[in-house]
């Protein structure tokens, strides 16, 4: 590089620091207001707690008091409720530990090993994602429950029974089997960034292959190993689907049935503790997972020659097909079964399914599609333009929601609904805010990614020109950052169409989308009817994997 390529990277540098610590007035209050409105469904809910618990520490002192509030927190501290905090810490232990002995060794089968095939086996193994965990849960009880189709093959062998798939075990089992990849693609992502010679250099010195992955890859890897297994912890956390279709008593289950029951005090208080366990799981990966990230830093190293597996080889891909058809073959085994099943007039009347309710989950999602970038922008310009305190405390306060588990967003808004806007409660817009609300950090995200790598100079240059801020916004910024707009639109809307808890809780009477029809005949006991929707989420939720893959960097 010259001195004059450097001191022209340095003036730019410089020009985007100075950028970066203006505040504008008018971004600044925008986006705090977009911020405030997104958080206000969990403090609404953090009120409705707080009364709860006010109540309670009156009643001493007056003569008649609410016996529901009372015996609500009473029951919040019972040995039940506290069981149910011990079912779902036992659910997120185990199915993070499980993701971990699966996801861990195929990233390292994929990226450093001679595996035959690893291609297709990173294709394979990513595929488990676009399965919606409650589509996962429904197609194992459908083929490993009391009545289904393994116990009809077993039966003319006079095996009359075969080990229970409900309960701590099936929804565990379910929901590894479905969350891996993201332990999975997160390592992955680190191998490949991973300086190969390292791992040579420690050959060279005497150590096994695994005892040099142990002292040098994987301390550089960590941080991605730890940021899958924090999505794996906080999705089995937050899981509304397979523990209620599994019978097994976490905390969303628990929830969905006090709110069915109109236990809804009850609810809020589970809903307070839960996201207080959410909070504890983020602090604990901060500490565990915050190290130094230069390990994702890509070092410029070719790619040394891959580790011989020699007599494993075979163990391995057995290892890597037994996955893709736990994960993929049998659900889709089971829904293509159905579906031939389900011939027309099959099942009780009132059960059919139309082509509406697809309709229905189309038009919400683009509503909360569109309406979650309209919001991202405003707040990721002014997140990757501007540098305080001020900017830090909007864009993650815009990401509470996302780490809200959907039970309780969807309860949150329940409750104001009710209380302070009964003509908003069970409607399209309230349906739309709470998916806003859900997934505007997926927008704000690939949005703040655009604008970085937009030069500053080029608004500065239109500003020279006589345009005002918003001028040059629209005139130079905006067509340059549109498709990471669109990208953003994309995932709201991919995650939306698949959103299950908050969709039941929130959606309009007579509004039913793929969601809540698949929900209905399964609770129904009508599997067949669910086939067609559930396979047409599958084929959506493949849109996203297909963007995650075409930017997967292989190596030959």
């Given at each position: 590089m010259s001195t004059d390529d450097r001191l022209q990277r340095l003036a730019d540098q410089t020009s985007l620091g100075e950028d970066r610590e203006s505040?504008?007035?008018g971004l600044t209050l925008v986006s705090g207001a977009i911020a405030a409105v997104v958080l206000s469904p969990v403090l609404w809910l953090f009120v409705q707690g707080f009364d709860v618990t006010a109540q309670l520490s009156l009643t001493p002192f007056v003569v008649e008091f609410d016996a529901n509030v009372f015996g609500a927190l009473g029951e919040l501290l019972q040995a039940s409720t506290l069981d149910v905090l011990l079912n779902s810490l036992l659910l997120v232990i185990a199915v993070t530990a499980g993701s971990l002995v699966i996801g861990v060794p195929l990233a390292v089968l994929t990226v450093q090993t001679d595996l035959p095939f690893r291609r297709f086996w990173t294709v394979v193994c990513a595929l488990p994602l676009v399965v919606p965990s409650y589509i996962g849960a429904f197609a194992f009880v459908s083929a490993f429950g009391p009545r289904g189709v393994l116990a009809d093959l077993l039966e003319p062998l006079g095996i009359a029974e075969i080990p229970v798939i409900y309960g701590f075990e099936g929804a565990a089992l379910v929901l590894t089997l479905f969350t891996y990849p993201y332990v999975f693609l997160t390592t992955r992502a680190s191998l490949l960034s991973f300086d190969a010679t390292q791992f040579e250099a420690a050959r060279t010195l005497g150590?096994?292959?695994?005892a040099a992955f142990r002292r040098v890859t994987l301390p550089q890897i960590l941080p991605g190993v730890t940021a899958g297994a924090l999505l794996v912890a906080l999705y089995a956390l937050s899981d509304f689907g397979t523990p209620a279709i599994m019978h097994y008593d976490a905390f969303t289950r628990v929830i969905f049935v006090e709110y069915n029951t109109f236990a809804r005090d009850f609810a809020a208080l589970l809903s307070i503790q839960l996201l207080l366990v959410t909070v504890v799981i983020l602090a604990i990966e901060s500490q565990v997972g915050g190290g130094d990230t230069s390990a994702y830093v890509t070092r410029g190293q070719g790619r040394s020659?891959?580790?011989?597996l020699g007599w494993l080889k075979l163990p391995a891909t057995l290892f890597c097909a037994a996955v893709a058809f736990l994960c993929l073959v049998v659900p889709m085994g089971?829904?293509?079964m159905w579906l031939f099943r389900s011939a027309p007039g099959y099942g009780a009347v009132g059960f059919e399914f139309e082509w509406v309710y697809g309709f229905n989950s189309v038009y919400v999602s683009v509503l909360a599609a569109l309406a979650a970038v309209v919001l991202a922008v405003p707040v990721a310009y002014l997140s990757a333009r501007t540098d305080s305190a001020i900017t830090t405390v909007i864009d993650r306060a815009t990401y509470v929601g996302y780490a809200a588990p959907g039970v309780v967003l969807g309860l949150a808004l329940v409750f104001f609904g009710a209380n302070f806007a009964p003509s908003l409660y069970q409607t399209l817009p309230l349906l739309v805010f709470a998916y806003v609300v859900r997934f505007l950090p997926q927008a704000v995200g690939t949005v703040r990614s655009s604008v970085l790598q937009v030069d500053p100079k080029l608004t500065e240059a239109a500003r020279t020109l006589g345009h005002s801020p918003r001028t040059a916004f629209r005139k130079v910024t905006l067509p340059l950052i549109a498709p990471g707009v669109a990208a953003g639109a994309a995932l709201v809307f991919l995650t939306t169409m698949k959103e299950l808890p908050a969709t039941?809780?929130?959606?309009p009477t007579g509004f039913d989308t793929l969601v809540t029809y698949i929900?209905?005949?399964?609770?129904?006991?009508?599997?067949?009817?669910?086939?067609?929707?559930a396979l047409v989420l599958v084929g959506i939720s493949a849109l996203s994997m297909v963007v995650i893959?075409?930017?997967?960097?292989?190596?030959?």
């Open positions: 505040l504008p007035l150590h096994s292959p695994l020659d891959r580790v011989g089971v829904l293509v039941l809780l929130l959606h929900w209905l005949v399964q609770g129904a006991g009508y599997y067949g009817r669910a086939a067609v929707p893959l075409a930017r997967e960097r292989y190596n030959g």
